[in-house]
């Protein structure tokens, strides 16, 4: 490759993206008790399901160290220029570290060519940027052009969650037990997207799981009208046949030119909980 595409766990990329690309990503950490892993490479998505039943609690996640980003940027060829696209700096400090490293390598290598993307977004949003990328890179974009590009690409994305359980969101102390549990006893399913500052926000509180999915669906329109020419990313925790209906009634509904489904990685998992799907595409 003539630029090094990377990108860290809290991305969920379909394979056939990731090996056409090449792709580096640099697992963030997971926390049972006193266990620990590095998402994605010491533990697999069954694995990870089976200990979530098994834990009275969920998991603590942390970000890569700068020493795993500096030693990531070290193995790439010196001559080949580097785009790190990162999990949104507004649920991680991933985005801070992979910069740290940066420049513990610049101190070193200070020719080397590295650009570090907040891209305000998370698990399918930075597979579309990666997505762009390739796309660009096709076009035979130089470094600094897909830099430029992939900038202006973040600030029109939108993605979209909806959750079919709120039983991570409570377990991890993200939702009050009380709250949730009227919530649970009222069938509510809540809507939420990626804000512009890339934190994510709950946008509707819905009744019943049919009437959040046709509301997830109807957000499509709502965001961009403009489809021919636009790819939209699904992921999905543990529900493939969920997605793939759903990803089905999208199609029908807005004539995306491509779509990529997959699942997501334990990080967004961790929150999601089982059926949860997000969406990403860019708004016009």
């Known amino acids: 490759m003539r630029i090094q595409l990377m990108t860290d766990g809290g991305a969920d990329v379909p394979k056939k993206l990731s090996e056409s690309l090449k792709l580096i990503v640099i697992p963030l950490y997971l926390h049972f008790q006193d266990e620990q892993y590095k998402g994605g490479a010491d533990i697999d998505l069954p694995s990870f399901y089976q200990k979530i039943k098994e834990e009275s609690e969920l998991p603590r996640s942390s970000a890569p160290s700068p020493n795993d980003f500096y030693q990531a940027y070290k193995q790439v060829n010196p001559d080949v220029p580097i785009i790190m ?20 390598l610049l101190d070193e290598q200070p020719t080397r060519q590295i650009e570090v993307i907040n891209t305000k977004t998370a698990t399918c949003g930075q597979a579309l940027l990666l997505h762009e990328a390739e796309k660009k890179l096709n076009e035979n974009y130089s470094f600094e052009e897909l830099v430029t590009h992939l900038y202006e690409r973040v600030e029109h994305i939108t993605t979209l ?72 990313t699904l992921t999905h925790c543990n529900a493939e046949e969920r997605a793939k209906k759903v990803l089905t009634e999208i199609r029908n509904k807005y004539a995306f030119k491509d779509a990529y489904i997959t699942e997501m990685g334990p990080l967004i998992s961790t929150y999601a909980g089982e059926g949860g799907l997000v969406i990403s595409f860019f708004r016009d």
């Open 85 to 104: 696209l990162s999990l949104t700096k507004g649920l991680s400090s991933t985005y801070e570290n992979a910069v740290q490293g940066k420049e513990m």
């Open 161 to 232: 969650f909806v959750l079919k359980t709120l039983d991570n969101l409570i377990r991890g102390g993200r939702l009050d037990k009380v709250k949730g549990a009227i919530a649970k006893t009222l069938n509510i399913k809540l809507l939420m997207r990626g804000s512009e500052e890339g934190t994510i926000e709950v946008s509707e509180k819905v009744r019943g799981d049919k009437k959040s999915i046709r509301r997830f669906i109807e957000q499509i329109g709502e965001y961009t009208k403009n489809v021919e020419d636009k790819v939209i």
